[in-house]
């Protein structure tokens, strides 16, 4: 029997405004999110920007000339007329902007994580519950293709009861994402097992439907830490110099000033309800895609591919290797990137706000995949020590947990189709 502890209401009512005017608040890379408010909630509209930077206020007033621009959060506040605010600042940031809108009765967009230490998100979380204001979290991925399609398959029940999860990810992109601006810097992303495992440790804790109770951390900072050519890129954003060129990783240049987050990382988890799980991340690995092995009881997944053209292959009959599924499904969605998650997690973000619609994402699961990803930096930068992750307090439990769950979304639609069909399609 699957049961969904992380389908959970976020807030007691919601706003009469139907055409919520909402502020962006940080004009970077991730801003590009607000590009789908028109399109999730027809009449909502961005009426304001806050970004301190000249560079970031100029990309906003031709983003949106008519937003009034501010310089600072507190700005945004004392001027009123705000419902709702997407927060794509960087993640040492997303404490202290979170507990300001709460305060203030703003619904808070959060991009995840959610904060950068366990100790800051229970502060979001505790700020929400007893403020009641709307909190929700940016965990895109559960509503990608190949997530829905690997829930699909358990929820059916076509590997049986999961019993071990296990995650690679090759992040070959990592040099160009993550070392070349504030990414590259412990002191405002704390971890990579926080700004980016962290839509892999909520997705392990979906499809394994429990929650990361005891983790060892392994990792080093192999490769970009011994490039020694680094400069400030102050006023641009990733577009401006990634290039497929930047290759080989130690060939890289212009990485940002201070450099001291690992580039590999490994994980491995003991969840509440018994079930195993394994993380790995590689920030010099020439593709960029992720694996998702799901072992159950009955049968195992296997994603090939993460994106659409993708499949999702399943085993379940008992026989030596083969390449090709027992079943396979095809992978829907974006042919590259995640914008299609992104506009349904930000319709979810609307209906969950003006109609008190039930969410895929939770704060709650936002938290465990910072607990997950914050103890395991901090086991595997003090010699692997197991560390427990503390369990969050009854009442905020409660505060965002519906009486009963919703039943599990239907699967993608997709057709259950044969080995022999897809296998010419999909090798």
């Not at 071990?164 to 070959?172: E, L, M, Q, S, Y």
């Not at 990579?192 to 439907?209: E, W």
């Not at 829907?332 to 109609?355: K, P, R, V, Y």
């Amino acid at each position: 029997m699957h049961i969904d502890r992380d389908t959970q209401r976020t807030s007691e009512t919601a706003p009469a405004e139907t055409s919520p005017r909402v502020a962006v608040i940080g004009f970077g890379a991730r801003a590009a999110i607000a590009e789908h408010v028109a399109s999730a909630r027809p009449g909502a509209r961005v009426v304001a920007v806050v970004e301190p930077d000249d560079a970031g206020r100029d990309r906003a007033r031709r983003a949106y000339p008519d937003a009034a621009l501010h310089f600072d959060v507190d700005s945004l506040i004392a001027g009123g007329g705000i419902d709702a605010a997407l927060v794509t600042t960087p993640d040492h940031t997303h404490e202290e902007i979170a507990l300001k809108l709460l305060a203030a009765g703003i619904a808070a967009y959060l991009e995840k994580p959610l904060a950068i230490t366990l100790e800051g998100a229970d502060r979001v979380l505790a700020a929400a519950a007893e403020t009641g204001t709307l909190l929700y979290v940016g965990h895109n991925f559960r509503h990608s293709g190949v997530v829905r399609a690997m829930r699909g398959v358990i929820s059916r029940g076509e590997i049986g009861e999961v019993k071990a999860v296990w995650v690679r990810h090759f992040v070959g992109n990592g040099g160009d994402y993550y070392y070349k601006d504030w990414h590259a810097d412990r002191s405002k992303t704390g971890t990579l097992l926080l700004q980016k495992a962290s839509h892999d440790l909520d997705v392990i804790h979906y499809l394994a439907s429990g929650y990361t109770r005891r983790v060892v951390g392994m990792g080093e900072l192999m490769v970009y830490g011994g490039i020694t050519d680094r400069r400030s890129r102050h006023g641009e954003t990733m577009p401006d110099w990634f290039s497929y060129e930047n290759w080989p990783p130690e060939k890289q240049t212009g990485l940002n000033p201070v450099v001291d987050v690992e580039d590999v990382s490994m994980m491995l988890m003991t969840l509440d309800n018994g079930v195993m799980a394994s993380y790995q991340q590689c920030h010099f690995t020439p593709d960029y895609w992720r694996n998702y092995t799901v072992i159950g009881t009955e049968g195992r997944l296997e994603n090939h591919g993460d994106t659409a053209g993708g499949v999702i292959k399943v085993w379940n009959r008992r026989h030596e290797w083969q390449g090709a599924g027992d079943v396979e499904y095809p992978i829907d969605g974006a042919a590259s990137g995640h914008e299609d998650a992104d506009l349904l997690t930000m319709t979810e973000f609307f209906d969950t706000l003006l109609d008190g619609t039930p969410t895929l994402v939770s704060p709650v699961a936002a938290r465990e995949a910072v607990a997950a990803g914050y103890l395991a930096a901090e086991s595997l930068r003090s010699g692997s020590q197991p560390l427990d992750v503390p369990a969050l307090p009854e009442h905020i439990v409660g505060h965002f947990s519906r009486p009963s769950s919703p039943a599990d979304p239907p699967p993608p639609a997709f057709t259950h189709t044969s080995q022999s069909t897809l296998g010419r399609t999909f090798r």
